[in-house]
């Protein structure tokens, strides 16, 4: 049974890091995708990171982009994935609920567009200004 656990979070205020980490298990990951949502109240759902498991590549939405940074902290050779999603000057826009999303199909389909399958149980991140 594939699981993604997620850990991190936590409240900061205007300015400060937080670090978010998913860990995979119940799969042997060697292809496919890693997403990080987030949701914040009254707004819709929004990818703001990707991580491409074939090449080890991030990807960043626009209003997180040189801010956050999506880092591997296991080896390539190892049957599961634990990714950090490291989020630094944050800003009370980003204040919302967090989660790492997977699909490992080996499918050339951009990151951004996949339909994701298999979902973290999410974290709440609150910047106060």
């Known amino acids: 049974q594939v699981k993604l656990e997620e850990s991190g979070g936590g409240s900061v205020e205007t300015g400060g890091s937080l670090a978010l980490s998913c860990v995979t298990s119940?799969?042997?990951?060697?292809?496919?995708?890693i997403a990080w949502f987030r949701q914040a109240p009254g707004k819709e759902r929004e990818a703001v990171a990707v991580?491409?498991?074939?090449?080890?590549?991030?990807?960043?939405?626009?209003s997180v982009e040189g801010r956050f940074t999506v880092s591997q902290e296991n080896a390539m050779k190892d049957p599961y994935l634990s990714l950090h999603l490291d989020m630094n000057s944050l800003k009370p826009e980003d204040t919302a609920m967090y989660y790492c999303?997977?699909?490992?199909?080996?499918?050339?389909?951009?990151?951004?567009?996949?339909?994701?399958?298999?979902w973290g149980q999410g974290t709440q991140v609150t910047v106060s200004s």
């Open positions: 119940g799969w042997t990951v060697r292809s496919g995708c």
């Open positions: 991580f491409v498991v074939g090449n080890g590549l991030s990807f960043y939405s626009d």
């Open positions: 999303a997977a699909d490992f199909t080996p499918s050339g389909e951009s990151c951004w567009r996949r339909t994701y399958n298999y």
